[in-house]
């Protein structure tokens, strides 16, 4: 992961930076990871004209600016999934979160067959089908 700034590690910037994208294209799903290496890893499974992959600096910093969209009118305005890494800890999705933060444990090397049979994958379509949105390159 590249050095930290305060300006780029800082979850309102990683909110503006959403809220922009979306007045430029409201139909955007946002896909929140802490780092380059997850932006890299998940860009090659996600249509990158329906999605964009905001990197939010950390595991804090992306629990900072999920609170933030929930807080924030624009939280209402869009479709978003958390990807926190599940290298060290655990934590629950709260109810009250309407989005659920999921938890990756991912690897670089993973190719599309191996992750079709994670339960992000699954997840993720079910929201699909259930939003009427499709976000993923290859099914």
């Known amino acids: 992961m590249p050095k930290k700034s305060p300006e780029r590690s800082n979850p309102n910037r990683v909110l503006n930076a959403i809220g922009m994208k979306l007045n430029a294209n409201n139909n955007l799903v946002f896909i929140l990871v802490e780092g380059d290496t997850d932006k890299r890893l998940f860009k090659k499974f996600f249509d990158d004209t329906k999605v964009d992959i905001e990197i939010t600096y950390g595991k804090q910093n992306l629990l900072d600016v999920v609170k933030l969209l929930h807080q924030n009118?624009?939280?209402?305005?869009?479709?978003?999934?958390?990807?926190?890494?599940s290298d060290f800890d655990k934590i629950k999705t709260k109810k009250e979160i309407k989005v659920e933060?999921?938890?990756?444990?991912?690897?670089?090397?993973?190719?599309?067959?191996?992750?079709?049979?994670?339960?992000?994958?699954?997840?993720?379509?079910?929201?699909?089908?259930?939003?009427?949105?499709?976000?993923?390159?290859?099914?």
């Open 73 to 85: 009118k624009l939280g209402s305005k869009v479709s978003f999934f958390a990807l926190k890494d």
């Open 101 to 139: 933060i999921l938890e990756s444990s991912l690897r670089i090397s993973y190719r599309i067959e191996d992750f079709k049979r994670t339960e992000l994958y699954s997840k993720i379509i079910e929201w699909e089908r259930q939003n009427g949105k499709e976000v993923f390159k290859n099914k």
